[in-house]
């Protein structure tokens, strides 16, 4: 059963600590993308990975972190260092776009939701 | 980065009744995406326009592409319950990420 998942679904921090959101995915996808939404904002890329080993800042990477070790995983940190952390986060995959071509769909995870008490 | 804007941003929708969501950029989009947000849920995709003036059709729901390809609209008839969520825009923002819009609420009244 071919799909992305994300673990866990809710998660409960105290201020202060670092946390790890999981994301596996095993359609074979080249990229990954992590997406913070928060209520009328719509989807903010955090970071993203077009390959292994690989991975850029998206428009608010501040206060997170990740690594790309394995095609088919993305973890997520959120550091002590986010100022706002409590969100609903999303993990997104796709095949990677040849030069010239429509970008292709993401496909997106369950999400997790984060609250820091 | 590129830059969509959508309207409106939430909508109330009487069940049986049509609406549509707007999706502008100002600038040229090479090709635009519609996902859909069931409450509590995550992103599906929908749908993808590449061509001008381009209209496809999944049974209720009718996209559009703008002939200049800088706006997309999404047409929903006869609404049904079914239809509630977020639907979202994007379009390409550069090295394979998406630039996705704020989205659009839509509620519908029974």
């Known amino acids: 059963d071919g799909g992305i998942t994300q673990s866990p679904k809710y998660l409960f921090r105290k201020e202060g600590q670092n946390v790890t959101l999981s994301c596996e995915q095993n359609?074979?996808?080249?990229?990954m993308y992590w997406y913070r939404q928060d209520p009328g904002q719509g989807l903010r890329l955090i970071y993203y990975?077009?390959?292994?080993?690989?991975?850029q800042k998206g428009d608010i990477a501040e206060g997170y972190s990740v690594s790309r070790e394995k095609k088919e995983s993305f973890p997520l940190t959120v550091t002590s260092a986010q100022k706002n952390p409590t969100a609903f986060y999303l993990c997104?995959?796709?095949?990677?776009?040849?030069?010239?071509?429509?970008?292709?769909?993401?496909?997106f995870g369950p999400g997790t939701r984060l609250t820091v008490l | 980065g590129q830059q969509v804007m959508q309207i409106p941003q939430y909508q109330h929708v009487q069940e049986g009744e049509d609406f549509t969501t707007y999706c502008n950029s100002s600038?040229?989009?090479?090709?635009i995406q519609w996902y859909k947000q069931r409450p509590g849920g995550h992103p599906v995709f929908l749908i993808q326009?590449?061509?001008?003036?381009e209209v496809k059709k999944q049974k209720r729901l009718t996209f559009q592409f703008g002939e200049a390809k800088k706006n997309s609209s999404l047409h929903i008839t006869a609404t049904q319950t079914t239809d509630v969520g977020t639907y979202f825009c994007?379009?390409?923002?550069?090295?394979?990420?998406?630039?996705f819009g704020k989205g659009n609420q839509v509620v519908v009244i029974p």
């Open positions: 997104a995959s796709t095949f990677r776009t040849r030069v010239g071509s429509a970008y292709n769909e993401q496909f």
């Open positions: 359609l074979n996808h080249d990229a």
């Open positions: 990975s077009q390959i292994v080993n690989d991975f």
């Open positions: 600038t040229t989009l090479s090709n």
């Open positions: 326009l590449v061509k001008s003036g």
């Open positions: 994007a379009g390409p923002g550069g090295n394979n990420r998406l630039a």
